[in-house]
Nanobody, 123 residues
Framework: QVHLVESGGGAVQAGQSLRLSCAVS????????MGWFRQVPGRGRDGVAA???????YYADSVKGRFTISKDSAKNTLYLQMDSLKPEDTAMYYC?????????????????WGQGTQVTVSS
């Protein structure tokens, strides 16, 4: 069972940046994709960004141009660089991984999840 641990969340003001990290316990082969999702209380979990093993990245429209997903395969670590943060980015952020994922920003194809890290953006 793969384990994922997020870190890097915190409280910032609008316009500032944060970088989230997700440490993965096992090496992922070319069939795996990894993603970042976020959830606010009372709502479902939404896809933010995803990345394939070849580095192809996918973004939700709401974060395009502000967030950047990347990975360091040597360190088994996934990152999410979040710039120009807005109050509406406030959420619990989760990383996830899964194999042969077709819909990169949909939750249902991912089968391993971290516990989440809170991001709070004040105006």
């Amino acid at each position: 069972q793969v384990h994922l641990v997020e870190s890097g969340g915190g409280a910032v003001q609008a316009g500032q940046s944060l970088r989230l990290s997700c440490a993965v316990s096992e090496y992922s082969d070319s069939s795996y994709s990894m993603g970042w999702f976020r959830q606010v209380p009372g709502r479902g979990r939404d896809g933010v960004a995803a990345i394939d093993s070849d580095g192809t990245a996918y973004y939700a429209d709401s974060v395009k141009g502000r967030f950047t997903i990347s990975k360091d395969s040597a360190k088994n670590t996934l990152y999410l660089q979040m710039d120009s943060l807005k109050p509406e980015d406030t959420a619990m952020y989760y990383c996830a991984t899964g194999r042969y994922i077709a819909s990169k920003l949909d939750t249902y194809e991912y089968n391993a999840w971290g516990q989440g890290t809170q991001v709070t953006v004040s105006s």
